[in-house]
């Protein structure tokens, strides 16, 4: 690893290493600002502290009341230019896979493919961080199936893990007349039942992949969540002369399903990465599936 990343990654650790105790200020400065607005007299055990708590108050406004975190700071520059993505596979690509790979690299704008050969991933991360990738996609198979797909967000993380389910390849969809023609425009992103906490954070990891479309922009892209299994599918539109009412919309290809098992807050290849989330066997439970969204 260059002494650059090394050094950005010790930062990076730090500032993570900082927000516990930012928490817990935080929640000792809310406690005060209760008791001050109910009229009710202040904790016994922020008492010693009140006096430069308040000070602090007196000096916030509403962008630095609230702590930032390590969410913030993972895309807080994703906007200022578009997302570059590398796709790869595992070792020794099915032709189902490499066919798949091959129409993910026109879903996502500024998608580049790699065959892996006999690359590491540890090789993979650090190439895509000197090349200035946004994220790394990998895409894993079981049979001549795709079954995986893996998001790494560059350089410092998260990374997602979702199970792929129910693939089906362009030139798989049976109604070929109503399939429309795959458009290179940068798609509308449309999220639908990403309710919950980590709904919000999946949906932020999928978001930053795609670039700002133009708002005359024709192609759209739909990620759908029921019971946690999050439905893809990729659009094309026309309008005719009729109004809305009027409107031509044509699949294109490819659709699948995901089903988000891990997150952690490194790059792929950081086995010591923290763990934010992880689908646990007594998750499986229809009543207690709500982790993404509602049922």
Not at 121 to 126: S, V
Not at 168 to 196: C, L, W
């Amino acid at each position: 690893m260059l002494p650059r990343n090394i050094r950005l990654r010790k930062e990076y650790i730090y500032m993570n290493n900082l927000e516990g105790e930012e928490r817990r200020v935080y929640e000792k400065k809310r406690k005060i600002r209760e008791a001050l607005q109910e009229g009710k007299p202040i904790p016994t055990e922020l008492r010693n502290e009140e006096a430069k708590l308040r000070q602090e108050i007196d000096l916030e406004d509403q962008n630095t009341a609230v702590p930032s975190s390590h969410i913030d700071d993972e895309y807080a520059k994703a906007t200022e230019k578009d997302p570059k993505i590398l796709l790869t596979t595992s070792r020794d690509p099915s032709a189902p896979l490499t066919q798949f790979v091959k129409e993910l690299k026109n879903v996502f704008p500024n998608a580049k493919s790699m065959n892996r050969g006999s690359q590491v991933i540890a090789e993979i991360i650090e190439m895509a961080r000197s090349h200035d990738y946004s994220d790394v996609i990998f895409v894993t198979e079981n049979r001549g199936r795709p079954d995986g797909l893996i998001v790494s967000h560059l350089p410092f993380g998260p990374t997602a893990y979702f199970q792929l389910l129910n693939v089906v390849t362009r030139h798989e969809i049976q109604s070929k007349k109503a399939m429309g023609k795959m458009s290179e425009q940068y798609p509308h992103v449309i999220f639908d039942n990403f309710t919950s906490q980590m709904g919000k954070r999946v949906a932020s990891m999928l978001k930053h992949m795609f670039p700002v479309p133009k708002l005359d922009a024709r192609r759209i892209v739909t990620f759908h969540n029921k019971s946690d299994y999050i439905s893809f599918r990729n659009h094309v539109y026309d309008k005719g002369e009729g109004g809305p009412k009027s409107i031509d919309l044509k699949e294109v290809g490819p659709r699948f399903e995901l089903r988000l098992y891990q997150v952690k807050l490194g790059t792929m290849e950081q086995e010591e990465a923290e763990m934010e989330w992880v689908l646990r066997p007594y998750m499986n439970s229809a009543k207690r599936r709500q982790f993404i969204g509602q049922l």
